[in-house]
């Protein structure tokens, strides 16, 4: 059984959009020993994507996110190795369904 968890917090807009994802064990809610200190992964959307919602997926050692525009906007894929804190993808997505 995996114990870990991921939740969000959206940490407002200065020029960039500023997301937060705390990784958690789900058994006790604490700080997952394997994450990087303090427990979170912070990060910088690119100021063109204003995004509504969120999609995540935990595989192994690796925490991918969407970041899902409204509208027209383009949306952003981010892929974090969870144990280090280290982003191994950034992607910009234009389309998400075929037109």
């Excluded at 994450?35 to 050692?61: H, M, R, W």
Aim: proline fraction near 5%; charge should be negative; aromatic fraction near 12%.
């Amino acid at each position: 059984m995996f114990d870990y968890m991921c939740w969000y917090r959206g940490l407002g807009r200065t020029n960039k959009w500023r997301h937060r994802m705390h990784l958690r064990r789900l058994s006790t809610g604490a700080v997952h020993p394997l994450a990087p200190t303090p427990g979170n992964l912070t990060y910088l959307c690119d100021e063109n994507i204003d995004p509504v919602s969120f999609s995540f997926q935990i595989s192994g050692k690796y925490l991918g996110v969407l970041f899902i525009s409204g509208g027209e906007e383009e949306s952003e894929l981010v892929i974090w190795d969870w144990t280090t804190g280290h982003v191994q993808l950034v992607s910009t997505v234009h389309e998400l369904a075929p037109s």
